[in-house]
């Protein structure tokens, strides 16, 4: 397993690659809260004809720390987690890459996209948009959220059907059982704080008052995939978000939920080959 300091925090990383005679451009892809890259696996490896893939474990999540060594107090904003982003690919010596980033983390792609748009070639988000803000409902889903969070024993993951219970309604169709106990674990390995801050930074008035100005003012080609079923982030508040520039394009994968790259791969790649042309 590798590591590498991030605002001197140590991140896992990882990269999929094959032998190739020239060289490939990069994709990095980015996973969703309190999960971990690991179930961008079956996605790289299905992308290696055309592309180096990077994985990563964003801060506080997956295998990475979530604690400064040098002492300097990060914050759980989502625009910290696309600095994060900025200064991976520096360490790395990567300048332009292509991104693919999902629900949480496609938040932290767009803020990146328009923060640093030389860097990235292509986008892809999978499962975003944009929200309006509901005092009452996001008061409600704070306290939801922060029970969650609080009650995460490890002897959960050890239940039998535990992991199906907790997937059912990420889901519209079937995942294989070793993806959805993956899941489940990296949900309950999650580090307490970075969960709970990036719950009320990602779902929060600011973010509903600035993610449509964020993608207004796109200038990176994008493509947004939305699950038909996603109970998460319904297709509408995707579709919401396409219509606000002309640089995103939509797409809507028939028969899925929140993971469409995992409920219908076969379809998910096409859309994702369609979008990035030849290469």
Not at 22 to 51: C, E, N
Not at 85 to 109: F, T
Not at 138 to 150: E, Q, R, W
Request: aromatic fraction near 12%; proline fraction near 4%; charge should be neutral.
């Amino acid at each position: 397993m590798a590591y590498i300091k991030v605002r001197g925090v140590e991140h896992h990383y990882e990269w999929i690659k094959k032998p190739s005679r020239g060289v490939k451009p990069v994709m990095v892809f980015i996973h969703g809260w309190a999960g971990s890259s690991r179930y961008w696996r079956s996605t790289a490896q299905a992308l290696l004809d055309k592309f180096d893939c990077l994985l990563y474990d964003m801060r506080g999540f997956g295998r990475s720390d979530a604690k400064s060594q040098n002492g300097s107090n990060l914050s759980y904003e989502l625009t910290a987690y696309a600095e994060d982003l900025a200064v991976l690919l520096n360490e790395l010596n990567l300048n332009r890459v292509y991104i693919n980033a999902h629900s949480m983390g496609a938040s932290v792609a767009t803020l990146f996209f328009n923060r640093y748009p030389q860097r990235v070639e292509k986008g892809i988000l999978t499962c975003s948009g944009i929200f309006e803000y509901d005092e009452k409902a996001f008061a409600a889903f704070y306290k939801f959220g922060g029970l969650v969070v609080k009650f995460r024993p490890q002897w959960l993951g050890k239940i039998p059907l535990a992991d199906r219970m907790f997937m059912s309604r990420f889901l519209h169709s079937p995942i294989p059982k070793a993806e959805r106990q993956a899941f489940l674990q990296d949900f309950i390995d999650a580090d307490y704080d970075s969960a709970l801050g990036t719950i009320f930074t990602s779902v929060s008035k600011e973010q509903a008052d600035t993610m449509p100005q964020e993608f207004a003012k796109l200038t990176v080609p994008t493509l947004l995939v939305a699950g038909e079923y996603d109970q998460i982030i319904p297709q509408e508040l995707g579709k919401q978000a396409a219509s606000l520039n002309e640089k995103v394009e939509l797409v809507v994968i028939p028969k899925t939920g929140h993971f469409p790259m995992l409920e219908d791969e076969k379809t998910y790649l096409q859309k994702v080959r369609n979008f990035l042309g030849n290469l």
